[in-house]
T-cell receptor
Framework: DAGVIQSPRHEVTEMGQEVTLRCKPI?????LFWYRQTMMRGLELLIY????????DSGMPEDRFSAKMPNASFSTLKIQPSEPRDSAVYFC?????????????FGDGTRLSIL | SQQGEEDPQALSIQEGENATMNCSYK?????LQWYRQNSGRGLVHLIL?????REKHSGRLRVTLDTSKKSSSLLITASRAADTASYFC????????????FGKGTRLSVIA
């Protein structure tokens, strides 16, 4: 079975540009999570969805960040306008539960560099 | 706020030695998980241990949980160069239908 698929793997863009990150979760997983990983702050949960509905977006750092899940097999994370401090690795994960009772399955991430 | 903290932050050992990493957390949990992250890749789930369990094994991995001390340890026996990675613990928050919270990880280097 295919795992969680993220695209692009790498993105380099200039400050002020719109950035769109994409994720395809594992089929049958009802929960999708977006994380940001940096050396300073570790792995931070940005937002998670249940059955395509955003449940908790308290981790989204600013209004410049938005996430959507138009259907069960696709989600996007957008940053507009992007800033250098947004440079990080962004991960998408999916699971059958939001809690720790089942594993989360991670994609290989998008390494984002904002110049 | 961060729930789990791994210790040490970095660990370097020789191939064949055992590696022990620790995770401490602040509040009660239902479940604790360990993940591995190879350089440039996503996190991969290793072991899940529930609050009513004390020890679990998976191949060369052994995880213990001490809820009275609010701590867990991950032991990798007979380490190999391929075990070089970062290792993270993740815990439930104490109540509600809320997601895992991840620690900052231990960077393990196994030298051949």
């Amino acid at each position: 079975d295919a795992g969680v698929i993220q695209s692009p793997r790498h993105e380099v863009t200039e400050m002020g540009q719109e950035v769109t990150l994409r994720c395809k979760p594992i089929s049958g997983h009802d929960y999708l999570f977006w994380y940001r990983q940096t050396m300073m702050r570790g792995l931070e949960l940005l937002i998670y969805f249940n059955n395509n509905v955003p449940i908790d977006d308290s981790g989204m750092p600013e209004d410049r960040f938005s996430a959507k899940m138009p259907n069960a097999s696709f989600s996007t994370l957008k940053i507009q306008p992007s800033e250098p401090r947004d440079s990080a690795v962004y991960f998408c994960a999916s699971s059958s539960t939001p809690t720790g009772s089942q594993p989360q399955h991670f994609g290989d991430g998008t390494r984002l560099s904002i110049l | 706020s961060q729930q789990g903290e791994e210790d040490p932050q970095a660990l370097s050992i020789q191939e064949g030695e055992n590696a022990t990493m620790n995770c401490s957390y602040k509040t009660s949990i239902n479940n604790l998980q360990w993940y591995r992250q190879n350089s440039g890749r996503g996190l991969v789930h290793l072991i899940l241990i529930r609050s009513n369990e004390r020890e679990k094994h998976s191949g060369r991995l052994r995880v213990t949980l001490d809820t009275s001390k609010k701590s867990s340890s991950l032991l990798i026996t007979a380490s190999r160069a391929a075990d070089t990675a970062s290792y993270f613990c993740a815990t439930d928050r104490p109540s509600g239908n809320t997601p895992l919270v991840f620690g900052k990880g231990t960077r393990l280097s196994v030298i051949a």
